[in-house]
């Protein structure tokens, strides 16, 4: 069983457009997280999910909202893609916030054309 | 601002060799994490090391935390081919509800 999934693996879209990413974690965590991965690997939290309630929000364009329905999933929509938003998305849970490990699902490369 | 900086920024090494990096940081924390990431992968934890901690080992892994250097070393022994991977080291900012992570480490393990 993945303990955290994501879909689609890979996204392909034009300039413009609206997309969401699904994430999943079947942990039991309490905790879940939005990362960006740009072309030079490093990684940057944008959103962090407490018990469906938001605690962290980076500087992020509001062209990206997350939205948790429950404990177990975090979403990530974007509006109006441009093409500096294309990069590696992952999605992250823990039991307790940055004093538990994190686990990560395989990533989204989301390409923006 | 960024916490953690890996260095050096690229390893390559010959299967059987050790492997050290070297992770620094800026503000106090409350623990340090080791992360690695495989090509076209999610991160996958290693190792964390509280701040009261000054050693850990996990199979062919040591880590070392020096707070009053705020530095951290991650030692892979006897290496594989297998470690190839980019290791990054994270940081809590001392109690922040998040994690800050570093640039990375990319390892080259040559058969």
């Known amino acids: 069983d993945t303990a955290v999934s994501q879909t689609p693996k890979y996204l392909v879209t034009q300039m413009g457009n609206d997309k969401s990413i699904k994430c999943e974690q079947n942990?039991?965590?309490?905790?879940m997280y939005w990362y960006k991965q740009d072309s030079k690997k490093f990684l940057k939290i944008m959103f962090s999910?407490?018990?469906?309630?938001?605690?962290i929000n980076e500087t992020v364009p509001n062209r990206f909202s997350p939205k948790s329905p429950d404990k177990a999933h975090l979403n990530l929509h974007i509006n109006s893609l441009e093409l500096g938003d294309s990069a590696v998305y992952f999605c992250?849970?823990?039991?307790?916030?940055?004093?538990?490990?994190?686990?990560f699902g395989p990533g989204t490369r989301l390409t923006v054309l | 601002s960024q916490q953690g900086e890996e260095d050096p920024q690229a390893l390559s090494i010959q299967e059987g060799e050790n492997a050290t990096m070297n992770c620094s940081y800026k503000?106090?924390?409350?623990?340090l994490q080791w992360y690695r990431q495989n090509s076209g992968r999610g991160l996958v934890h290693l190792i964390l090391?509280?701040?009261?901690?000054r050693e850990k080992h996990s199979g062919r892994l040591r880590v070392t935390l020096d707070t009053s250097k705020k530095s951290s070393s991650l030692l892979i022994t006897a290496s594989r081919a297998a470690d190839t991977a980019s290791y990054f080291c994270?940081?809590?900012?001392?109690?922040?509800?998040?994690?800050?992570f570093g640039k990375g480490t990319k390892l080259t393990v040559n058969p």
């Open positions: 992250a849970s823990s039991h307790r916030g940055s004093e538990d490990t994190q686990y």
């Open positions: 942990l039991g965590h309490d905790t």
């Open positions: 999910y407490n018990n469906k309630e938001l605690i």
């Open positions: 503000t106090s924390i409350n623990n």
């Open positions: 090391i509280r701040s009261n901690e």
């Open positions: 994270a940081t809590d900012g001392g109690g922040s509800e998040k994690l800050v």
